[in-house]
């Protein structure tokens, strides 16, 4: 079972910037092998997608983060991030990030991290 712990979250004002980070304990799988991902839920909101990274290192984003937020992995750390930059308010929510093996978007998510909290003021 991969394990995963994220954190790096907290408060902020309007406009500035965080840093996630998901350190990821594979199983059965190298890392660079996992489509990892990061997801979020604000009370009273069902859970979206905020941004996927492939095996391969490719990316995809949530229309609503492109061009503010930049999912990353270090091979070496095995370590995934979430660079968030430009946050606004609704940016608010836990954020959790995920990973299950072989290429993104799996069927259904294998592990999942236990969330941080980000917490964007205006």
């Known amino acids: 079972q991969v394990m995963l712990v994220e954190s790096g979250g907290g408060s902020v004002q309007a406009g500035g910037s965080l840093r996630l980070s998901c350190a990821v304990s594979p199983s059965g799988y190298k890392f660079r092998d996992y489509c990892l991902g990061w997801f979020r839920q604000a009370p009273g909101k069902e859970r979206e997608g905020v941004a996927n990274?492939?095996?391969?290192?490719?990316?995809t984003y949530a229309d609503s983060v492109k061009g503010r937020f930049t999912i990353s992995r270090d091979l070496a750390k095995k370590t995934l991030y979430l660079q968030m930059s430009s946050l606004k308010p609704e940016d608010t929510a836990m954020y959790y990030c995920?990973?299950?093996?072989?290429?993104?978007?799996?069927?259904?998510?294998?592990?999942w991290g236990q969330g941080t909290q980000v917490t964007v003021s205006s």
């Open positions: 990274i492939d095996s391969d290192g490719s990316t």
């Open positions: 995920a990973a299950d093996e072989g290429w993104c978007p799996p069927a259904t998510w294998g592990a």
